[in-house]
């Protein structure tokens, strides 16, 4: 962190307590710190504390400007490398996802072009409200970055998630942060993600349970580190992550031409999307009506996309998904092997936390010579940053694509 501006931006909750600590772990980690407290934090913790910690003053009043030269929210706003708010309120949360300014924080946040690191603090039943849910997943599309509560006790008697994270674990993201920034720089990264759909008939079709949160984040991992990402999604029932090339499809095929027509231009290619094994032989042109007690319907086998990449792959390094329930490493190996990846990432789709629709995965990673890592059950966004970490390694090292 040295040489790193970081500001921190201190909303109103008891677990500021927990921010001068975190303050004082920056500036000894070699970051200058500049700290803004809203004046519902300094209700709880004096804005000198902070000053002592940081070795610099404490912004608090937008309108108390000490500086002639600068304007000081613009300033601040500039300087960031990064931008962490612990602990973050409801409250602080609502302005950045609707765009208020009415004090210093929300000021500088609107003004501010550096990544934003949001800490949340609150009330257990706050932090389950739709309200709150719904804007912290508008700010996870803009690209602004999450760091989990913990669960335990709360000081207002509760017990459940809602507890700021602890310090420490606050400055191993913001390393974490500093260590992934721009490793991807000049790569082009293509990513696959969600369910395809094939159609029936016009109000029916087969698809799957996929919501898109793997790829998700794998592509805002990607745009984290530096890489330009195209995102290909199919059906998803979570919004697309910031700065990437949206492409959408809906079938199989489209999928695969979408992928192919670009395949020359990546230089990673990751297909978590998962996609139909079959498809209907004829897709009906009205809607069928319910006529005999029985209904065939014939299916016939769909391109496989990820075999496809394998085939056509010249320089790329390829990583391949696999959803299993038995047998996940001899089924891993063998789709990684006959697919002509360079990765392949599996989960047990059984295991608790692991399956389609959740926030976390259990991921087991292979290449040609067997397992590479076991991930244990973690946030997909944990999952991604590592993944990100494996191929920005292999990069690095000049790894040539598996023949």
């Not at 008939?201 to 698809?207: E, I, N, Q």
């Amino acid at each position: 962190m040295n040489g790193k501006t970081i500001v921190l931006g201190v909303s109103g909750g008891i677990a500021v307590y927990k921010a001068a600590a975190l303050c004082s772990k920056l500036s000894q980690a070699g970051a200058d710190v500049r700290v803004i407290m809203t004046e519902s934090a300094a209700r709880f913790v004096t804005p000198l504390t902070f000053q002592t910690l940081s070795r610099s003053e404490v912004a608090i009043d937008t309108f108390d400007e000490k500086e002639p030269s600068v304007v000081q929210h613009i300033d601040l706003a500039d300087r960031a490398d990064l931008v962490v708010i612990a602990p973050a309120t409801a409250n602080i949360i609502a302005k950045l996802a609707n765009g208020l300014a009415d004090d210093m924080l929300s000021t500088t946040l609107l003004a501010t072009t550096a990544p934003i690191m949001v800490a949340p603090a609150m009330n257990v039943h706050m932090y389950a409200h739709p309200a709150v849910e719904h804007n912290m997943r508008t700010l996870a599309s803009r690209g602004v970055l999450f760091i989990e509560p913990g669960t335990g006790q709360l000081a207002c008697g509760y017990v459940g998630k809602g507890r700021l994270a602890e310090p420490e674990e606050i400055v191993r993201a913001v390393e974490q942060h500093f260590r992934e920034s721009g490793r991807l720089a000049g790569k082009r990264v293509l990513v696959t993600a969600g369910a395809t759909v094939e159609r029936i008939d016009p109000v029916r079709y087969l698809t799957n349970d996929s919501s898109g949160k793997m790829g998700f984040a794998i592509a805002e991992a990607a745009v984290r580190m530096g890489a330009q990402v195209t995102l290909v999604v199919g059906r998803t029932s979570v919004p697309p992550p910031a700065g990437v090339e949206l492409i959408r499809v809906e079938s199989a095929q489209q999928m695969l031409d979408a992928v192919m027509s670009r395949l020359a231009a990546h230089d990673v290619i990751v297909k978590t999307a998962a996609v139909a094994d079959y498809r209907p032989a004829s897709q009906e042109e009205h809607k069928i009506k319910k006529s005999a007690d029985e209904l065939e319907l014939k299916l016939v086998r769909n391109p496989d996309i990820l075999q496809t990449i394998g085939q056509h792959k010249t320089h790329q390094l390829v990583v391949g998904f696999a959803a299993e329930t038995r047998d996940l490493d001899a089924y891993a190996m063998d789709k990684l092997r006959r697919k002509r990846c360079d990765l392949l990432a599996a989960n047990d789709v059984t295991q608790e936390g692991a399956g389609f629709g959740t926030d976390t995965n259990a991921v087991r990673l292979f290449d040609e010579h067997g397992l590479v890592e076991a991930m244990p059950l973690m946030t997909k966004r944990e999952v991604a940053s590592r993944l990100l970490t494996v191929i920005a390694e292999r990069l690095e090292k000049g790894a040539s694509p598996t023949r």
